[in-house]
């Protein structure tokens, strides 16, 4: 008889071979320190700090340092374990982990060796994977070190109270960069100064918390130097984005929250906040939506297949919070650096999307309609048809008016508007913003055409008087042609006593 095979045994996965493939999943330094920093603020740290120097024998090392609950020995060792958690259990809602393996892969693909020392309730414990040595002896063999060795370790000495040290020793992949010591020292500067500005922009909302996000300010640093938060919707900025309605979107039993804003115009902003917004890319290419889990920046500049990158939604960028609830149906990944909208959720953003996109493209096309539709008295007003816009000059205008009654017939002034109508030169005007928006100008007046055009306004508002509301000069100040014109309010008080 022959012998009946077993129907199943255990294969277990070798480590060497597994250890070092797992570095290569596509950390870039940044993303490995934002996943470090991610426990940091996952255990209730208030003060993180990235510290890269040489130890005793002269190799680089880096560490990440947090004041956070630190970990008990026995919770340590766990935290060592690769897939210490499970991707489907749902994490409290300020937990930033995710599948249990951050720390261990994002630390690898940096570095041959991971140290963890953490100090809880007075007690200090290290537990370390050493690349070399998992893969000499084929075996997970989790080291110990303590009395003398630990001690010696570089930046323990600064965990004085409760929290952890993160430490990348043998960091193999910056040795690539170059074999002289200052071939490395730039690579490495280099890389830091890529990493400052994306942990500014990924926790920004956490290092300068708006009051609505409810959070303790954390504080960051990097060599000792503060990370400044990049917040990408410039709401601590002065001037100040428009922030639009919030908008949730609920599903299966948890709110996804929904809020566009539009960039303050670039005209409005000194080169330094416009390099800042740009976000080291052009304000086209960073335009969409910036998706947060947990008020952590996921992905952002991207509008997820919902819209198309366009030079007049450049100005448009949306906030999405996502909960750590719905972790499973957004398919984020180990690097957390990339989104799976699922398909409800896309059909329910993507009107939600095109409402917001649309109204962008108005201001921006003639922000003179936008402003006016508050205040002032515009010429020309936008009128949208059958999904068709076209411009229009309102003939309703006091100019109008007064024009059509001085020439004393409509059908002498209705030609000329048509004509500017139709003739309106839409093509070159897109094709020159499009192409350079900061040489195409309006038509810059004069002080002697402003004082004509006021007068003519104020005219054709109170005729034949020499004094004027205060309610109509706001609303004739507030036109955008005079609102730009810091002189305007003075040469309308010489024209017209105002009287309030
Ligand atoms: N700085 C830290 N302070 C306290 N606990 C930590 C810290 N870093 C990691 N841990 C613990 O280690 C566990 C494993 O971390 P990680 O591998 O990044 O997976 P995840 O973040 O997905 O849980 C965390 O769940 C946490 O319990
Ligand atoms: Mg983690």
């Given at each position: ?176 960069v170059g074999p002289a010591p200052e071939q490395a020292y730039a690579a490495i ?312």
């Open positions: 008889m022959a012998v009946r095979e077993l129907a199943e045994e255990v294969l277990r996965p070798s480590a060497a071979r597994l250890l070092e493939s797992m570095r290569d999943i596509g950390y870039s330094f940044e993303s490995a320190l934002a996943d470090i920093v991610d426990n940091s603020i996952s255990a209730g740290a208030t003060h993180i700090a990235i510290v890269n120097d040489l130890d005793g024998l002269g190799r680089p090392y880096l560490g990440i340092l947090d004041d956070g609950r630190g970990m008990d020995p026995d919770e340590l060792t766990e935290a060592m374990r690769h897939g210490s958690r499970s991707p489907s259990e749902v994490r409290a809602e300020g937990d930033l982990g995710r599948f249990g393996l951050g720390m261990k892969t994002a630390s690898f693909s940096q570095a041959r060796r991971l140290t963890v020392v953490s100090r809880k309730g007075g007690r200090l414990v290290a537990r370390r994977w050493d690349l070399d040595y998992v893969i000499d002896n084929d075996e997970w063999l989790l080291q110990k070190p303590d009395g003398d060795e630990l001690q010696r370790m570089p930046l323990v000495d600064q965990l004085r109270g409760d929290g952890t040290l993160v430490l990348w020793e043998h960091l193999d992949r910056l040795d690539a500067n280099e890389l830091f100064d890529t990493a400052r500005a994306h942990l500014a922009l990924t926790f920004h909302r956490f290092i300068a918390p708006e009051s609505s996000d409810g959070v303790e300010r954390i504080a960051m640093s990097i060599n000792g130097a503060p990370i400044e938060a990049l917040d990408p919707f410039a709401r601590l900025m002065h001037p100040q984005s428009d922030a639009h309605e919030v908008e949730v979107v609920g599903h299966g039993g948890s709110d996804i929250v929904v809020q566009a804003f539009t960039l303050p115009h670039h005209k409005r902003l000194t080169l330094e906040q416009l390099e800042q917004l740009e976000l080291g890319d052009s304000l086209v290419q960073t335009q969409g939506l910036y998706v947060y889990r947990a008020r952590r920046l996921i992905a952002g500049g991207t509008w997820l297949g919902l819209a198309r990158k366009a030079e007049l939604t450049k100005l448009l960028r949306v906030r999405v919070d996502v909960p750590t609830s719905l972790d499973a149906e957004w398919s984020i990944d180990v690097r957390k650096s990339r989104v799976r909208t699922p398909a409800v959720i896309r059909d329910r953003l993507r009107p939600l999307i095109r409402r917001m996109t649309e109204s962008a493209k108005r201001p921006y096309t003639y922000r003179g309609t936008k402003q006016a539709a508050a205040a002032g008295l515009p010429l020309w007003e936008r009128v949208e048809e059958r999904g068709a816009v076209r411009y229009q000059i309102r003939r309703e205008h006091p100019l109008i008016s007064t024009l059509q009654e001085s020439v004393g017939t409509h059908a002498a002034v209705e030609p000329l508007l048509l004509a500017m109508e139709t003739t309106l030169p839409i093509e070159a005007l897109f094709a020159d913003v499009a192409g350079n928006p900061q040489i195409v100008r309006q038509h810059e007046m004069d002080a002697a055409e402003l004082e004509q055009m006021l007068a003519a306004f104020v005219e054709a508002m109170a005729p034949g008087k020499d004094t004027l509301p205060a309610a109509i000069a706001n609303t004739v100040l507030s036109t955008p042609v005079f609102a730009a014109q810091p002189s305007a309010r003075s040469v309308l008080e010489r024209l017209r006593r105002i009287e309030d």
